[in-house]
T-cell receptor, first 109, second 115 residues
Framework: KQEVTQIPAALSVPEGENLVLNCSFT??????LQWFRQDPGKGLTSLLLIQSSQREQTSGRLNASLDKSSGRSTLYIAASQPGDSATYLC????????FGKGTTLSVSS | GAVVSQHPSRVICKSGTSVKIECRSL??????MFWYRQFPKQSLMLMATSNEGSKATYEQGVEKDKFLINHASLTLSTLTVTSAHPEDSSFYIC???????????FGEGSRLTVL
């Protein structure tokens, strides 16, 4: 059974710092991995989608990597801003889409 | 990116009543739609998968007679919570994708409070 773990559960950083969020999964037989952002009481915003054949994807200040063999993905956020404060979820698609519990990021100005 | 619209965003109902939540894909045809629920500080949990024109597939532990899902068209799926109870109070989110390997897009979610 696929399990997705996100570390850390919460993270507080000052504005301008670069940071890394981690996601690990137990079953490497996946179709893709997706990173989402969730603001309090809101739905999900898709940030990056990495297909199983890909190693990384970039969008603006965000870079996500995927190491399928080790069951790991990282989301790198460069030059963090207060507007980046949110919960970041990774989700792995194998038979179903399984979510981690998320990392709640707080960026102070 | 593609837009998925969910309505209503908030609903309060009395115990024993039924509530319908709509999920629409606005600019693409969603062959598959998914319904999730999220309790506070918890992960999103998949409730069911629906393919247009066929019966929904429910995850283990989800009562199909209580959570009725209809996917009658390629742009609309509905979730009806029947005979709602306070423990059904949760955040319900739908998602949709265009093809079997397409990116998933999510609605804004619907917060249900059952009094």
């Amino acid at each position: 059974k696929q399990e997705v773990t996100q570390i850390p559960a919460a993270l507080s950083v000052p504005e301008g710092e670069n940071l890394v969020l981690n996601c690990s999964f137990t079953d490497s037989a996946i179709y893709n991995l997706q990173w989402f952002r969730q603001d309090p009481g809101k739905g999900l915003t898709s940030l990056l989608l990495i297909q199983s054949s890909q190693r990384e994807q970039t969008s603006g200040r965000l870079n996500a990597s995927l190491d399928k063999s080790s069951g790991r993905s990282t989301l790198y956020i460069a030059a963090s801003q207060p507007g980046d404060s949110a919960t970041y979820l990774c989700a792995v698609r194998s038979a179903a889409l399984i979510f981690g519990k998320g990392t709640t990021l707080s960026v102070s100005s | 990116g593609a837009v998925v619209s969910q309505h209503p965003s908030r609903v309060i109902c009395k115990s024993g009543t039924s509530v319908k939540i709509e999920c629409r894909s606005l600019d693409f045809q969603a062959t598959t739609m998914f319904w999730y629920r999220q309790f506070p500080k918890q992960s999103l949990m998949l409730m069911a998968t629906s393919n247009e024109g066929s019966k929904a597939t429910y995850e283990q532990g989800v009562e199909k007679d209580k959570f009725l899902i209809n996917h009658a068209s390629l742009t609309l799926s509905t979730l009806t919570v029947t005979s709602a109870h306070p423990e059904d109070s949760s955040f319900y989110i739908c998602s949709a994708r265009e093809g079997p390997s397409g990116e998933l897009f999510f609605g804004e979610g619907s917060r249900l409070t059952v009094l």
